[in-house]
């Protein structure tokens, strides 16, 4: 049935990239031939368009040959701009594979979750929603560094007009979005002379090939790209102390631009760091890793303190994505094997469970048009089904064995305890690193459990909650499948893992090798 | 299908599937079924589990072979490859058994206990989920299984503590006891960390492979990984300093009191120290650590248990003392002594636990749910006219709290004592010392207790005691059965002493210890536990036994006396509100532990958060970026002029993204 459908799609899976790429950007094109009056429609074209995104993207997923580089079936290069050496050039890794699934998988999810939460200017919404998903997947499929740059730039604007466009308070949403923009702008402009540099020097853009030339750069040249590339992505992530944008944007966003944001976007901060920042520049990363690893090890801690301040539920969400993200840093910056799978892993979960949580804060703003937790209470009366939806949602995001963030949080943290593999175990400036992080599973629990309590338990104190009605079934559709994968994960995440491994593996040797033979060098040199 | 189900690879599976399945039947169509499929369906599934689990374990006596289950692998990464697969051997599977057969009871006493409420399939949803996950933490072959089934109990024990959500202390407790219990999760994992980079394995089997080539006797490594363990014990056994969550659990309902934090999970964290024994044999400094914690907790508890007015907060205590009796078995190196309580203490706690249930639930029909007075001992007397059943098994009960010479708690406190005594040394002196005044005062709790709630005059509301009956038979069979198990658990394991040698217990579980005793003996360690009884120790356990007797019985008779007449009561008030009235007061408050930690940890922790989120977001971002911005954005343009140095590349990126922009938004406005 999926080969046959991916088979009508697109014959020979050669283009099969492109094809899941810009189906959701046609999908926009049709959408603005459809007047705008007829919202129906205009909500069963964008979701139609991200479902059969989906269903197209899922034969990448079955048929991926898992190895160390790039699926060649599924590789697609095309000269765009030779005269500048820019490609077009497509392909998934075991890497970047789950992160073009996450954006798939979330897609129509989101679509659907919309049509129920989105009230205003329902076509210029369904379109940047579109054009943000063709973005994201992107900037995962592209193997050109150019062409990342495109599509990483393509999301901004989208993404800018969601938070500023549909946010819910008229004042606050408007200095959510600028204070997004301007981040992420400095970040990117940033990371865009840094580009441009490499591939100057380069005369290339291609990014299998970029690794090889940025080692010939000089240190300092080393030190600087890397500066530029990893505060764009910190921004992304974000790590501490580039976070600040977040709980705003994340707060005045409208309920599928926060699912967007924390389930695929948030992914592109740390994607860059295991695709360009680390490979490119392995030495300087692995220089840097004790000042990145403290930074998220702060996030952690910080980012949960911060959960404990707050009075406003989709805040508190927001920032405990902090603390989330700095796990992912940690450990993608430990560079030992286990944790970056783990990080990797932790990527997808971070981006099913925060998304899951910010769908449930999105129908209880639907319903009482507020998020402060003084208005709620005793809420598991009236709405039991969605009490259990965001119990579920709750305590994946805390981490408990059978759902997916325990898995990630045990490989992070285990595998950062271990410190980079060379012979005997000792104690190492990882193993404080990892101790220090996992303090964070214990303050988790608390500011998770405190929320949980002041919306769901106790006694209605407010008269307009009395008559909440629980969730219907546009509501379950779009939020059961996440609640499937919860579990799925957490109790069978060698799905995942087997297909990354190669891959991770791969980089992880070549990053350390790349260590090796600078001190060997350095010590040559002596 | 018939083959399959005679394969016991197959069966042992089934045995923590049951109650999931019952779990989920009645989590998905619990609220549109009877009451009574509801709790057919809960108590179905865990008496079949209980069931398989008692052939299993008749195969397992007959023939002496461990059971692997058919696995799955759940992670592989690397070195660590981690399967979801179940291990039945003596140890786990002796623990397999009490959860099974005591959780059993327990489903039948909640059918009428639980018979009024209205999420009367939210409830039993829960406690087949608690069944499943303590069986997964007992059956699982790895300390990761072990850790799935560990914060799985917890899980359940914070839905079930927080049952009645609506009244906040409970949804409090609840998350008091997930919070702490994490806290003691954060030392298991640590304890995990540091085994697996030592060892490259979580598996038990292949930790054990692995310690047969460790030669040190007390290494620094492990000692770190096992007091890391033990930080982990002590949440979940509620030892010093992690005891706190388990009194205000008691706003659970009582079956879940007698399941979950008596009889079960609380003793989650003896099993693991049983568990990994191969390990903790080479940690002795760690041992003593346990030893001392389970003496002390032993003691504390015991205390603060001697004054609490609520029935249920008495048992809360006397369990956290208990388990501390079991650490201190434990850190003696006494492994097996430490099961043995355990094993009598799930079914005289459990037994005590239901019967004080059984006293509520009566006095709820008058007072109402969720009235204080229906646990107030100070409010009661009398009811064993009323309620001669609950009162003659909650009598055996108490004789075996307090042991009570040939009662089941004699058998395995005595043991434990003995063992502290034969020690011989600074630490044998102190934590029998702590152990004998900890006995004390359970002897003395057991029966104010007793002669409280069933002696005496009435103290309470009068049409409480008018329609106070015996609960209804469901009841009353568990209560009875533990009762039988209650008094006879003690006879499968007869001290030396006694001349007659009879020790099932212990050579049940002699292969699980093997491996570290022969390891201590090869070291001629003082830890390695007697083989041959001298005649010299058996007049020493004769001593010993006859001590622990007099002081049991002798200060079971002294409470008895006061708190069973009206005379001795008014007195004992007199003299603990006048002469003693600081000690009493300090008990009272249970040491202001509470009150302590709220001041040193969490207030500081709540404060901290609030002035970094005002120093931060407040001030920072809104006083210098907010304010600021002009700035940044002065700032920003300053970046954007740089860029535009007639670099081509760049104007042409800028072009391929507005135009696309433009057509995309031009064709919106159509």
């Known amino acids: 049935m999926l080969d046959f459908l991916a088979a009508a799609i697109d014959p020979d899976i050669k283009h099969h990239l492109s094809v899941i790429t810009f189906l959701p950007l046609v999908g926009a094109l049709f959408l603005a031939f459809i007047n705008r009056k007829r919202e129906r429609e205009l909500k069963a074209t964008a979701f139609f368009f991200s479902l059969i995104t989906f269903i197209a993207s899922l034969p990448v997923l079955f048929d991926f040959n898992v190895g160390a580089g790039y699926d060649k079936r599924l590789m697609e290069t095309a000269e765009w701009i030779p005269a500048f050496g820019i490609q077009y050039k497509m392909g998934v890794d075991g890497i970047s594979l789950f992160l073009v699934m996450l954006t798939t998988f979330l897609a129509p999810i989101i679509m659907l979750s919309s049509s129920t939460t989105v009230h205003s200017k329902v076509k210029e919404y369904f379109i940047a929603m579109l054009v943000l998903e063709t973005g994201l997947i992107g900037s995962f499929c592209a193997l050109d560094l150019f062409l990342f740059y495109v599509f990483f730039e393509l999301m901004l604007i989208p993404m800018y007009l969601l938070i500023g466009v549909w946010g819910s308070d008229e004042s606050a949403r408007r200095a959510a979005a600028i204070k997004f923009f301007v981040y992420t702008l400095v970040g990117s402009l940033l990371m865009f002379l840094a580009v441009l540099y490499i591939a100057g020097v380069a005369k290339t853009f291609d990014m299998e090939r970029l690794p090889e030339a940025c080692a010939q750069l000089p240190m300092t040249a080393q030190y600087l790209c890397f500066g530029a590339f990893m505060l764009s992505f910190a921004i992304k992530t974000p790590l501490f102390p580039f976070h600040t944008w977040l709980p705003h944007a994340h707060t005045e966003a409208p309920t599928g631009g926060s699912v967007a944001l924390a389930g695929m976007m948030l992914k592109l901060g740390t994607y860059g760091m295991i695709r360009f920042a680390i490979p490119f520049f392995p030495v300087v990363a692995y220089d840097m890793a004790p000042l990145i690893m403290t930074l998220s090890v702060i996030g952690i801690i910080y980012g949960s303190m911060m959960c404990l301040a707050q009075d406003d539920l989709k805040r508190l969400i927001a920032y405990s994505s902090v603390a989330h993200m700095g796990f992912i840093v940690l450990g993608l910056f430990s560079f030992n094997f286990m944790a970056t799978q783990g990080a990797l892993l932790q990527n997808i979960n971070h981006g099913l469970s925060t998304g899951l949580l910010f769908l449930c804060v999105g129908m209880l703003y639907e319903r009482r048009h507020t998020r402060i937790f003084a208005e709620f209470g005793g809420i598991a009366k009236v709405m039991p089904k969605f009490a259990v939806l965001f119990m579920i949602a709750t305590l994946a995001s805390i981490g408990l064995p059978g759902t997916n963030g325990f898995v990630g949080e045990f490989l992070i943290l285990m595998g950062t305890f271990g410190g980079v593999p060379d012979g005997q175990w000792t104690w190492t400036l990882n193993s404080t690193m990892a101790l220090l992080a996992a303090t964070g599973v214990v303050l988790g629990a608390v500011y998770m459990l405190w929320a949980y309590q002041r919306v769901f338990f106790g006694e209605i104190t407010v008269k307009e909650n009395l008559g909440l009605r629980d969730v219907n079934r546009t509501e379950l559709a779009f939020s059961v499948p996440v609640v499937v994968m919860i579990f799925f994960i957490g109790l069978n995440p060698n799905f995942l893992l087997a297909r990354s491994e190669p891959a991770v593996q791969a980089t992880l040797q070549r990053t350390l090798a790349a260590v090796a033979e600078h001190r060997a060098a350095q010590a040559a040199a002596k | 299908m018939r083959e399959l189900l005679q394969k016991p690879e197959f069966l042992l599976l089934l045995v923590p599937l049951m109650p999931l399945i019952g779990f989920l039947i009645n989590g998905f169509f619990g609220r549109r079924m009877a009451l009574a499929s509801s709790g057919a369906v809960a108590c179905g599934s865990i008496v079949l589990s209980f069931v398989i689990a008692t052939s299993l374990f008749v195969s397992l006596i007959s023939q002496g072979q461990t059971v692997q289950s058919y696995s799955f692998n759940w992670m592989h990464v690397g070195a660590l490859d981690i399967h979801f697969r179940l291990l039945a051997d003596p140890l786990s599977g002796l623990l397999m058994m009490v959860v099974t057969g005591v959780g059993s009871l327990i489903h039948i006493y909640s059918v009428g206990y639980m018979g009024h409420d209205k999420a009367y399939w939210r409830f039993f949803a829960y406690l087949n989920l608690f069944c499943f996950a303590m069986l997964m933490l007992v059956l699982g072959d790895s300390l990761v299984l072990m850790f799935l089934g560990w ?166 205590y006397s369990t956290v003392s208990q388990l501390g009796f079991m650490f201190i078995a434990l850190g003696l190196g006494n492994f097996p002594v430490a099961i043995f309580h355990l094993f009598t203490h799930a079914f005289f706690k459990a037994l005590l636990f239901l019967g004080s249930g059984s006293v509520i639930h009566s006095l709820e029909h008058t007072l109402g749910h969720g009235n204080p007075d229906s646990q107030d001992l100070f409010k009661m007397g009398g009811l064993k006219h009323k309620m001669p059943l609950t009162f003659a098994t909650m009598f055996v009960g108490a004789c075996g709290l307090a042991g009570i010479p040939l009662f089941s708690g004699f058998f395995s406190k005595d043991a434990i004592l003995y063992a502290a005594f034969e020690r011989q040394d600074a630490l044998g002196l102190v934590v029998y010392a702590l152990g004998l005044a900890a006995a004390v005062c359970t002897a003395f709790y057991s029966f104010r207790l007793i002669g409280l709630a069933f002696f005496g005059k009435w103290r309470g509301l009068e049409a409480a005691y008018a329609h106070a009956d015996e609960s209804p038979r469901s009841m009353g069979l568990p209560l009875f059965l533990l009762a039988i198990a209650a008094f006879g658990a003690g006879y499968l394991w007869l001290p030396a002493a006694f001349g007659v040698h009879f020790t099932p217990f212990a050579d049940l579980l002699a292969p699980v210890w093997q491996q570290g005793q022969a390891f201590l003996r090869a070291a001629q360690s003082p830890l390695a536990m007697p083989v041959e009884h001298s005649h010299e120790a058996i007049v020493r356990e004769w001593v010993n036994m006859l001590v622990s007797s007099v002081v049991a019985v002798g200060v079971s008779i002294f409470a008895f006396t006061i708190y069973s007449k009206p005379a001795g009561l008014e007195r004992a008030r007199k003299l603990v509100e006048g002469a003693m009235g600081a000690p009493y007061r300090l008990l009272l408050n249970k040491y202001y532990v509470d009150e302590i930690y709220d001041i040193a940890i969490v207030r500081p922790i709540q404060l901290l958060s609030d002035v970094f989120f005002v120093i931060f977001d407040v001030i920072f971002i809104d006083l210098m970026l907010v304010n600021g911005s002009g700035l940044l954005v002065d700032l920003s343009s300053k970046v954007a002029r740089r860029v535009q140095t007639g670099v081509v590349r760049h104007y042409l990126f800028a072009f391929v993204v507005g135009a696309a922009l433009l057509l995309v938004m031009f064709l919106a406005a159509l």
Request: with cysteine; aromatic share 12%; proline share 4%.
């Open chain 2, 151 to 316: 914060e799985g109990v917890g899980l359940c024990s914070y839905l079930l503590i927080g049952f009645w959500y609506t009244h906040k202390p409970n949804s409090d407790a609840g998350k008091k006891a997930f919070v702490v219990n994490r806290v003691g999760d954060f030392g298991f994992m640590l304890g995990m960390f540091l085994l697996f980079w030592y060892f490259g394995s979580l598996n038990y089997g292949e930790l054990a492979a692995g310690m047969r080539e460790v030669v040190q006797p007390d290494s620094t490594l492990l000692n770190a990984a096992c007091l890391c363990l033990f930080v982990g014990a002590c949440g979940k056994s509620a030892q010093i300093p992690l005891y706190v969550w388990l009194p205000d659990a008691m706003a659970g309902p009582t079956p879940v009191s007698a399941l979950i934090h008596a009889a079960t999970m609380v003793t989650a964290g003896i099993y693991m120290i049983a568990r990994l024994n191969f390990i903790w044999v080479h940690a002795e400094t760690a041992l003593t650590v346990v030893a001392l914690v389970g003496a002390l907790t032993a003691f504390f508890a015991g205390t603060i248990g001697l004054v609490q007015r609520d029935i249920k907060k008495v048992l809360a």
